[in-house]
Nanobody, 117 residues
Framework: QVQLVESGGGLVQPGGSLRLSCAAS????????IGWFRQAPGKEREGVSC????????YYADSVKGRFTISRDNAKNTVYLQMNSLKPEDTAVYYC??????????WGQGTQVTVSS
């Protein structure tokens, strides 16, 4: 069964850190570009970061640049999103997704991140 499973979300104070994981099963992530997205209540889903399959090049939304780092461990079939200096506005459900071409083929179920004191 093809599946993406996110984990690592939770409640953290402003300025804190979390590392999200996106683990794939039923297929190999090596050939897929992986994106992280988030959706806050009442807001549209937005792209946060992505990493290519070929050369590992990365993209970050301006809102997270310098604070978030995406990485992949193909041996573990997992992609990570290290989130530092978290702000209340980072509160959202975070999703990972995998794509071979232009469109994302597989999506995870999401993990809640709440930044609050």
């Amino acid at each position: 069964q093809v599946q993406l499973v996110e984990s690592g979300g939770g409640l953290v104070q402003p300025g804190g850190s979390l590392r999200l994981s996106c683990a794939a099963s039923g297929f190999t992530l090596d050939y897929y570009a992986i994106g992280w997205f988030r959706q806050a209540p009442g807001k549209e889903r937005e792209g946060v970061s992505c990493i290519s399959s070929s050369d590992g090049s990365t993209y970050y939304a301006d809102s997270v640049k310098g604070r978030f780092t995406i990485s992949r461990d193909n041996a573990k079939n997992t992609v990570y999103l290290q989130m530092n200096s978290l702000k209340p506005e980072d509160t959202a459900v975070y999703y990972c997704a995998a794509r071979l071409g232009l469109n994302y083929d597989y999506w995870g179920q999401g993990t809640q991140v709440t930044v609050s004191s």
